[in-house]
């Protein structure tokens, strides 16, 4: 099903995405906005007395990098209780409260589509491949950034193992579609299960990862345990979480934010300082767990990785292909 923009609601009404979403889903359900956002306020997942997160189990046999080593990583306590995860609720600190009813084990990962060995992948053997630790830059829409210690592995080298033909153009992405582990599955906020896409040259770029933990740890669940998209150099609706499908196809694929609305989230989502969100600036963000007040930095263009990623995008008009 989809989501229809309700043409009424001025952009100056709206402060940020969840109140957009949550108007949205009540005017396509007949509801007034004031009550909305009301009932907004009670969204519907019990959630649980949250002390603080849960510290995760070790991950052996890392490989340390020297990737990001220059960067001072976020605070654990901030990447972990300000988080975007509409299946485990719609708040930033609803995504930890509700983790604990995602339980991620057992769990599979399906590689199919226009490649010579489709497989299942369990996540214990994905977790016996080697792992790295890197730290990144991980830039929000939202305005908000936060520098992440991730541990896991390069996409790329993951992709290859199933052999993707010359027709695999594009890597398509599913999160496990589940009410009873992602009770904000029950509400048709978004069309589930999230979904992504990303062009094959880059998913094989060498800084495209999929993250099975942070902090040396395993993945807490608010993050997208077991396993998450992170492509450091785009905007953090990119970065699906608790992946169960990867496909490999010869069209572009839908995605969710693309979907729901094209003029606001792009299929490429490049961090650009120079193109404008509509209801929101992209030139500055706030980085998390520095205060309120003076942590404003200028965003870079591809999130600070151009360097390594322009190349990717030469010749193309990125204000259209944004
Ligand atoms: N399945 C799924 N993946 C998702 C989302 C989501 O709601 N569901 N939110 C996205 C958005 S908008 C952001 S900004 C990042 C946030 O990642 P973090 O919570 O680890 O910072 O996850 C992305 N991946
Ligand atoms: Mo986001």
């Avoid at 214990?124 to 896991?152: S, T």
């Avoid at 998209?229 to 608790?242: A, N, T």
């Avoid at 998390?288 to 995008?313: C, P, Q, W």
């Amino acid at each position: 099903m989809r989501i229809y923009r309700p043409g009424q609601i001025k952009p100056s009404e709206i402060t940020d995405r969840e109140v957009w979403l949550k108007r949205r889903q009540l005017i396509k359900a007949g509801m007034g906005v004031s009550a909305g956002l009301v009932l907004g306020g009670a969204s519907g997942l019990a959630a649980a007395v949250y002390s603080g997160p849960d510290r995760n189990k070790k991950i052996d046999a890392l490989k340390e990098t020297d990737y990001g080593k220059d960067l001072e990583p976020t605070r654990y306590r901030s990447i972990t209780t300000y988080n975007n995860f509409y299946e485990l609720g719609y708040g930033k600190r609803a995504p930890a409260e509700n983790a604990h009813i995602l339980k991620t084990r057992p769990w599979s990962i399906r590689v199919s589509g226009e490649c010579a060995k489709p497989g299942v992948i369990d996540i214990e053997d994905v977790m016996k491949l080697d792992q790295e630790e890197r730290i990144y830059r991980f830039r929000c829409v939202e305005a908000w950034a936060m520098v992440v210690p991730w541990v896991g592995l390069p996409l790329g080298d993951f992709l290859k193992r199933f052999e993707p033909g010359s027709k695999a153009k594009y890597v398509e992405f599913e999160t496990l579609y589940d009410p009873e582990r992602m009770p904000g599955q029950e509400r048709n906020v978004l069309d589930w299960p999230y979904r992504e896409g990303v062009r094959i040259d880059e998913a094989m770029h060498p800084l495209a990862f999929l993250a099975t933990g942070l902090y040396g740890e395993v993945l807490p669940g608010q993050n997208g345990a077991p396993l998450r998209l992170v492509l450091p150099w785009k905007y953090g609706f990119k970065s699906i979480k608790s992946i169960v499908s990867i496909r490999f196809t010869d069209k572009q694929p839908g995605t969710t934010w693309n979907d729901i609305a094209g003029d606001e989230y792009g299929f490429y989502a490049n961090v650009n300082p120079k193109v404008s969100h509509p209801r929101w600036s992209q030139k500055r963000h706030r980085v998390l767990g520095r205060g309120i007040f003076g942590s404003k930095e200028d965003t870079l263009m591809f999130n600070g990785y151009a360097e390594e990623v322009a190349g990717l995008y030469k010749g193309m008009d990125l204000k259209k292909n944004f």
